[in-house]
């Protein structure tokens, strides 16, 4: 099993750019979240999405953008760059039934992304 | 709103010495609890994770956590160091029925020769 994938690992962008971080897992998981990882801050939830077609805010959503089409497939769109979206994002998914929520989650490998 | 605070950034022990990273969780509902480690350019594992039952968990590589609800911690364990150890470790809350895990801010774990 590929468990879940990300692409690029790295990436550099110029301020004002635009890009799409991809995620996809094979584990049939119907959650998928969208961290972003900065150097003592932990991990900050970005978006989420419980099924195909549904998604929604985390914390920090501002200036990223997310669609769910596939149960699959969970890209992160950054349509602006800016500098403050320096940082590592990680894509992670889990299987969870109604009202049972301690499923753990299966994250990615990251994606490096420098905002110059 | 639940949160989790993890004391230390950085702890250092010696190969062989006993391994202790603290957690402090809030949570206006009984929570789920986990520990997860990062290896250097990958994505994070879990290690151990409290539900409900025992207080005592025990997950991989030898670590253990202990659920205290009266001191709202989740502190995580291990007898005897190993080089391998060497990580940066998340402690991470989650409330039921809610679908979203709330991470610390990681301490990473130096073992010395």
């Known amino acids: 099993n590929a468990g879940v994938t990300q692409t690029p690992k790295f990436r550099i962008l110029k301020i004002g750019q635009s890009m799409t971080l991809q995620c996809a897992q094979d584990?049939?998981?119907?959650?998928m979240y969208w961290y972003r990882q900065d150097p003592g801050m932990g991990l900050k939830l970005i978006y989420y999405s419980v099924g195909a077609g549904i998604t929604d805010k985390g914390e920090v959503p501002n200036g990223y953008n997310v669609s769910r089409s596939t149960t699959e497939d969970f890209p992160l769109r950054l349509e602006l760059a800016a500098p403050s979206q320096t940082s590592v994002y990680f894509c992670?998914?889990?299987?969870?039934?109604?009202?049972?929520?301690?499923?753990?989650?299966?994250f990615g490998n990251g994606t490096r992304l420098t905002v110059t | 709103a639940q949160s989790v605070t993890q004391l230390g950034s950085h702890v250092s022990v010696s190969e062989g010495a006993l391994v202790l990273l603290r957690c402090n969780y809030s949570s206006s509902v009984p929570p789920y609890l986990f520990w997860y480690v990062q290896y250097p350019n990958q994505g994070l594992q879990l290690l151990l994770k409290y539900t409900t039952g025992a207080t005592l968990v025990k997950g991989i590589n030898g670590f253990e956590a202990e659920f205290k609800k009266s001191e709202t911690s989740f502190h995580l364990t291990k007898p005897s160091a190993h080089m391998s150890d060497a990580a940066e470790y998340f402690c991470?809350?989650?409330?039921?029925?809610?679908?979203?895990?709330?991470f610390g801010t990681g301490t990473r774990l130096l073992v010395s020769p």
């Open positions: 992670a998914s889990k299987h969870t039934q109604r009202g049972a929520n301690n499923s753990p989650l299966h």
């Open positions: 991470a809350v989650s409330e039921t029925g809610f679908q979203k895990l709330v």
């Open positions: 584990m049939n998981h119907n959650y």
